[in-house]
């Protein structure tokens, strides 16, 4: 049985700082087979891109709102994929899940993603 695991989450305020982290279990190639991605949720919102890493951890993507304040990083020794936040502001109040896709592709689609984490909230006060 698969499964993703968010932890990390809370109430920070604007300007804090927060790492997220989502531990996997049972995918069917191994951790280390699939490229990991984070997306986020935000009341009344469609759920949106925020970042994925290739399975070695080196290639990254970034939505163009989080450039220069998230980084999505992995341990694949311990198959767990973060997303480590800074600068955080209000917009970025949300349920920020953590994806598992086979195609190695880092997709910004949520199609291209089998495997879900059930989500962790992040509420940031201004």
């Known amino acids: 049985q698969v499964r993703l695991v968010e932890s990390g989450g809370g109430l920070v305020q604007d300007g804090d700082s927060l790492r997220l982290s989502c531990a996997a279990s049972g995918l069917t190639f191994g951790f280390s087979s699939y490229a990991m991605g984070w997306f986020r949720q935000a009341p009344g919102k469609e759920r949106e891109f925020v970042a994925a890493v290739s399975w070695t951890g080196v290639s990254t993507n970034y939505a163009d709102f989080v450039k220069g304040r998230f980084t999505i990083s992995r341990d694949n020794a311990k198959n767990t994929v973060y997303l480590q936040m800074h600068r955080l502001q209000p917009e970025d109040t949300a349920v920020y899940y953590c994806?598992?896709?086979?195609?190695?592709?880092?997709?910004?689609?949520?199609?291209?993603?089998?495997?879900w984490g059930q989500g962790t909230q992040v509420s940031v006060s201004s």
């Open positions: 994806a598992a896709d086979p195609d190695q592709s880092m997709a910004t689609r949520q199609s291209d993603y089998d495997y």
